[in-house]
């Protein structure tokens, strides 16, 4: 089983507005990604966890507030959101870390209005 | 930073043929993966490559990782409709070479469409 799973599928929110964002992935991978995707473009990375402690911060603003609650989860927290942050947001996650392969999560598609 | 350029950009697809995309870099890398997505979806993993010169086939898929390690080819044979979509390859730096931990460079993407 190589599932990661994302929820919700769709969110739309204000610029005012406090959501999260939900991954979950039982596969006993012990890195997470947080990844965000604009139209026609590759994934951005965002952040990584390893090991439920964050290892990379890609210098995401701090509307963006990621939480890893225990080795299966991952949790995105939004705040304060811009326009130009609507995107697909995937989730991945990998064995370890090191030169690991990548399961993507079949995103959430966020529109800020 | 490392670049992956990927190649060709688009191309259209008749139902039978053979279709065959590379990425190419100016440095090294440790590993070698290519990726689907559908619009709207998540990039789904087709082949994964950790050695260099390994040649790896899933079903109608084969790719394989550079002998100097800085490009993968990635071949579909007798293409079908459902294999319309966009693919990634995506490489992984080693540490001394700019790359951090778990961090994939993506090439832009190949975007398979049918011909008309």
Redo the contacts between chains.
């Keep these: 089983d190589?599932e990661?799973t994302?929820t919700p599928k769709h969110l739309v929110m204000g610029m005012t507005n406090k959501k999260s964002l939900k991954c979950e992935q039982h596969m006993g991978h012990r890195?997470m990604?947080w990844y965000k995707q604009k139209a026609?473009?590759?994934?951005e990375?965002m952040f990584?966890y390893?090991y439920e402690k964050l290892?990379?911060n890609e210098s995401v603003p701090s509307r963006f507030s990621p939480e890893c609650p225990n080795s299966s989860l991952l949790n995105l927290h939004l705040h304060a959101l811009q326009p130009e942050d609507s995107a697909?947001y995937?989730c991945a996650s990998?064995p370890r870390?090191?030169?690991?392969?990548?399961?993507?999560?079949?995103?959430t598609?966020l529109t800020v209005l | 930073g490392q670049q992956l350029n990927q190649s060709p950009q688009s191309m259209f697809i008749q139902e039978g043929e053979d279709v065959s995309m590379n990425c190419t870099s100016s440095s090294i890398f440790n590993t070698w993966l290519w990726y689907k997505q559908d619009p709207g979806e998540g990039p789904v993993l087709l082949i994964a490559l950790y050695k260099a010169g390994e040649l790896t086939s899933n079903g109608r898929l084969t790719a394989q990782f550079g002998i100097t390690r800085k490009d993968s080819f990635l071949n579909i044979s007798a293409s079908i409709p459902s294999d319309v979509g966009i693919y990634f390859c995506a490489g992984q730096p080693p540490m001394n070479y700019g790359g951090s931990q778990g961090n994939l460079i993506f090439g832009k993407g190949t975007k398979l469409s049918v011909k008309p």
Excluded at chain 1, 40 to 43: D, F, G, Q, S
């Design positions: 190589t990661v994302q890195a990604y026609k473009k590759p994934p990375l990584v390893s290892s990379i697909l995937l990998s870390l090191v030169v690991d392969t990548q399961y993507f999560g079949p995103g598609r």
